[in-house]
C-alpha cells in the first residue's frame, strides 16, 4: 500500500506524493522552494516544487 505526504505547490495546490517514489529532496533559499525529485517517469527523475522546508518534509517522511 502506497503510503502518502501531502505537499502544498508554489501556486498553493495541495499534492500527495507517495514517499517510495522520492529520490532526493533539496531546498533553494534564494527562491524559497523546496524540490521533490521522483523516480516514477519514464524519462527518468523529474522534480516537483512545493513550499514546505526540508525538516517538514522530513518529517512528514519518518511519520513525525
Do not use: Q
Amino acid at each position: 500500500m502506497a503510503r502518502l505526504i501531502e505537499l502544498t505547490k508554489i501556486n498553493g495546490n495541495k499534492h500527495l506524493v507517495n514517499i517510495d517514489h522520492i529520490t532526493d529532496v533539496w531546498r533553494n533559499e534564494y527562491v524559497d522552494r523546496t524540490y521533490v525529485f521522483r523516480s516514477n517517469c519514464i524519462d527518468g527523475e523529474h522534480s516537483l516544487e512545493f513550499k514546505e522546508t526540508l525538516e517538514e518534509i522530513k518529517n512528514l517522511v519518518n511519520g513525525e
